[in-house]
């Protein structure tokens, strides 16, 4: 291809609001437009990467025998109404109306669509396993977009499904899914971090991420310094940093004045003690939740409702005091999980105070008889602690947990931080900062259950499939290969994923120049290598320049002076320094560096 | 591929609303199922000759210099503000707010975003002509979506913007559009039938769509028995069929009492005469009128106006008498067109008694002072003719054109219909019914001056492009793909667009017979042919019977008696009768066919 052919705009500004380096070399190399915030268009070369992108993905998951298929993009509303996603997605999901008054959704995510076509064509056990997948445009309502197409609101995702009829094939497309993501990073040129969910100590994977680091990653990431373990923060857990009392309390519950003392740190100072004695007690909202509350405190006066017709019964909202050691923090997603519940938050400080019957500052679970009680495991090893005294100004000393309150649940709350002792082996965990890529999911029977997917066995006898999901999101890991392969000059494109294999540069197109460079781009072509050619009537400064921000593998330069001596300039993008090759090997060392390339 | 290891759900029923072939074909081979009304999911089979029918697409746009681009599904709807569309277009155009509340549309077509891109990224002459193409979904809400993916909601368009420094420019794109277009149906095995939009007599060539015949097509489109001419009802002109009058009118206009004769029909039986002898004055509501009316009877009072702040002033309603022979009929296209108006329809019975001051069937243009006349040229050969007489029961007779009265614009406003004779040779046209795969046409000044697109030209000065679009629905062709090539059996897919080339049915997926085709199938696959191999545990008769409706362009029998003699059988699916070709010769013998097959 000749750079004048083409529609290449490079620029010497940044956009003012690309702060990392793939948004602003994205732009400055002329590979992508916005369109308007989180909207974006790639031009001919961010799109020729884009679709390499796409071709590596659709390869391996043929080769692990995923089917391609194509739903719409624009999917019936009822279909997500069946699902309950369409009351339990917030505003993210984009909603339509037809000029019919339906109800559409601009896809998010397609369980529900593979799955309402898998309830209709499969019937028998000889069809399972069957994997699924699209490569399709999805569209999310991020409240705030930013870092290009590192976070926008319309991508391309391939998504795939699974579904089997048990768990041992499902455990075998998983197994094969995390083979073939990992062989899609590797080809993309990518360092990722395989973060499982809950893994380790915990038994069983449901669940693994595929994280790049990054400065401005959406997750935190935990990881060992002696094992492999790494673990999202919303999912990590540790080993306990506590022993369990081996003999009873010693010293009875006390109540205390305290004056105007509410935060830990002034009960620290006034207790001169540290905030690994307390127990924070915090009120919290959840919605929608799943599990039976009848025999709870206050339960008994809540009622279950459905959402609409066809959703299972939840209670719209209840309330709850989690019980945490004062040094710790509450992890939300532990906390829903363990509720069931859509969501969770802190209650409304008036809520908190009513249901407490105490100033904010001074709940405690001694005593407190209007809500349940869920203690972090770290409670439950808590013998002589200080709590809140359900009353302005007093607090509690030498509470003792199991003596003086109990729980109606313990579970892991606490949200892991660097410093704390891996689950696995003990060493000490350490903090990054990542960017999910991919995501391979063992959902079971949410979806094939809730939408009453049935197939008979060999036995005759109906069953439900259990059910896998796997993503990738397409922008996010082209701009991720740019975050990991520049310079200060530009892009440093793999062979895989580059927009063209070779750049010629003929120091001026003209006469003898012009006559080897066309021969070259001929040849290489020939052998399927991409070329671009820069025909260009530009200052050699600026085509050096440009290339250096495009970034493709190989630059060739086709000058006066060499071509004098027969030779060309080779200089691998990510070379410090040109070689002189010969014009008549020049085509075959770049094929075999490209194949070699290629091959890794 | 092995049939057992893909997913084809071929069906023997076919879905009740499937009422054209192509709609029942696409859903018995499993190739497509529906989500929604007029929202379709590709199967794999289907997915597969889709994905061939874009890559031919995107080869030949590519081979012209278009330059593939990925804008937006889901673009701002402030763009179509900018166009005037967000107002002309009906509720065809999906809109949607997101939690923003700001304004997107559901791309039907992307002059806006293309332009936009162009707007902001050519500055230079040097840059243009420019070619910029995506292949992308769409969504059209129609109201009556039907015959499968022939009329959906949400289809695969490619759609080319062009932009040129001048008309010269426009004309060469334009004409390897057509020839690329040409090129693009005759690899799919479609016969199209190219219609221009205004051709021969009326001099240049604005616009020409690509149609294939087909009985339940959109459009009507004329035929001359004779020479080349093809044309859409919409805009067919023919040769006039009557000579303007060499003398003047001999008798008087004379005024006559009609009792309760309204129609033509009754005024033909009272008169004793013929429909073509009346003139028939129809009373019009035009919407959104460009053209200047202030010199028209009436337009006085007219005041424009601007619908948004940046759209181009226009008569938001205006109404006009148009006047045509009785027995022809107005073609409502031609009559917009002539007002630039956006859209035309006869007026309001009340309207129309309030403009013209007398009953329904008593219209004429003699006397007719509040509103303009247009008169079909037809009217003005007119010179003994009868027409309403502006009040109840009364009509005038020997009225003449010129003498009589007179019209504010005369303009060729016929539905020309079967019969009637070719512009170009004056041969009989005949009408067809078809569907319109592509589209290309010259667009003008009308986004890029609307959109205030600038670049500047070789002296330095600014000037605006002009642009051409072109489009191709991809669903529509492979669906007419299958229209034109199937039997009772099944599809007859063309080898360039066959979801697999060959198909291999061991009559017994076992022993010698699995380890022929399995070889045959490893020897084809490695020469770079799709091959299906039915290796399912059915009966030959059903595999036939499968391999029919599929319509694989070859099938290859491996039967035990054969095999004793080394020997297979190969057949056509478009051919009667099989062939024995010797085991060692079947996989070249297959090649050479195929490959010649694509070659054309």
């Known amino acids: 291809m000749r750079f004048s052919q083409t529609f290449i705009p490079t620029l010497r500004e940044v956009p003012a609001d690309a702060v990392i380096p793939s948004h602003r070399l994205m732009f400055r190399a002329g590979m992508l437009r916005k369109l308007a915030n989180g909207l974006f268009a790639y031009l001919p070369l961010g799109l020729r990467s884009f679709r390499k992108v796409e071709q590596i993905i659709r390869e391996e998951m043929d080769a692990i025998g995923g089917l391609e298929i194509k739903p719409t993009v624009i999917v019936p509303g009822d279909l997500w109404k069946e699902s309950g996603r369409w009351d339990a997605m917030g505003e993210s999901l984009l909603r339509v109306k037809n000029r019919l008054d339906a109800d559409f959704v601009v896809s998010p995510t397609a369980e529900e669509v593979f799955t309402a076509i898998v309830r209709d064509e499969v019937s028998s056990y000889r069809q399972l396993p069957l994997t699924l997948y699209q490569i399709n445009t999805k569209y999310r309502d991020e409240i705030r977009p930013r870092y290009g197409v590192m976070r926008g609101r319309e991508f391309v995702m391939k998504d795939a499904y699974s579904y089997h009829p048990n768990e041992a094939s499902l455990e075998e497309t998983y197994q094969a899914m995390g083979q ?84 830990i740190n002034e009960l620290c100072a006034f207790l001169k003690t540290d905030a690994k004695n307390f127990i924070k007690t ?168 809730g939408m009453q997917v049935r197939y008979l066995d060999e036995n005759g006898k109906s069953q439900v499939p259990t059910m896998g999901c796997y993503g990738i999101g397409i922008d996010r890991t082209l ?80 000058g006066d002076k060499n071509l004098a001596g027969n030779c060309v300039e080779i200089k691998p993008r990510n070379a410090k320094e040109n070689r002189l090759v010969s014009l008549h090997e020049a085509p075959q060392e770049l094929i075999t560096l490209i194949r070699k390339d290629l091959l890794n």
Chains 1, 2 share one sequence.
């Open 282 to 449: 915090l009120i919290y909202k959840a919605l929608n939740v799943e599990l039976d509350l009848s025999e709870t405190p206050g339960g008994e006066k809540l009622e279950k409702r459905k959402p609409r017709a066809d959703a299972p019964e939840v209670y719209p909202e209840a309330f709850f005091a989690v019980a945490i050691r004062g040094d710790l923090d509450v992890n939300e997603v532990k906390l829903a999980a363990v509720l069931k519940a859509s969501e969770v938050a802190l209650a409304p400080d008036a809520e908190a105070e009513r249901l407490t019957g105490a100033p904010l500052g001074f709940a405690g679970p001694v005593g407190l008889t209007k809500i349940p009680v869920i203690a972090d495991t770290t409670v439950t090893a808590m013998q002589d602690a200080i709590t809140g005294g359900l009353a302005r100004d007093v607090h509690y000393t030498h509470v003792a947990y199991g003596r003086d309150f109990t729980s109606w649940r313990t579970a892991d709350l606490r949200i892991v931080r660097a410093g704390d002792r891996c689950p696995q082996c003990g060493g000490e965990l350490y903090e990054k900062k990542g960017n999910e890529l991919g995501h391979i999911f063992k959902l079971g029977y949410k979806y094939t259950q």
């Open 180 to 263: 073939a993501y990992r062989r899609i990073f590797k080809r993309c040129g990518l360092s990722v971090l395989p973060v499982r969910a809950d893994s380790g100590a915990m038994g069983g994977t449901g669940s693994e991420e595929f994280m790049v680091e990054s400065d401005i990653g959406d997750n935190t990431l935990l990881f060992c310094k002696t094992c492999e373990y790494a673990a999202n923060v919303e999912k990590a857990s540790c080993q306990p940093d506590f022993t369990l009392p081996s003999a009873e309390a010693k010293k009875n519950i006390e109540k205390i004045d305290t004056p105007s003392v509410k935060t």
């Open 479 to 558: 701009a991720s290969i740019i975050e990991e392969h520049h310079d200060d000059a530009g892009i440093i494109w793999p062979s895989s994923v580059a927009p063209y294999q070779v750049l010629i540069i003929p120091v001026k197109y003209e006469g003898e120049m012009q006559a080897a460079a066309d021969k070259l781009t001929a040849e290489l072509e020939h052998a399927g290598i991409e070329v671009l050619l820069d025909d260009r009537p530009e200052r050699p400064g600026v085509k050096f320049k440009d290339g250096d921000l495009i970034g493709l593998p190989y630059r060739v330069v086709v």
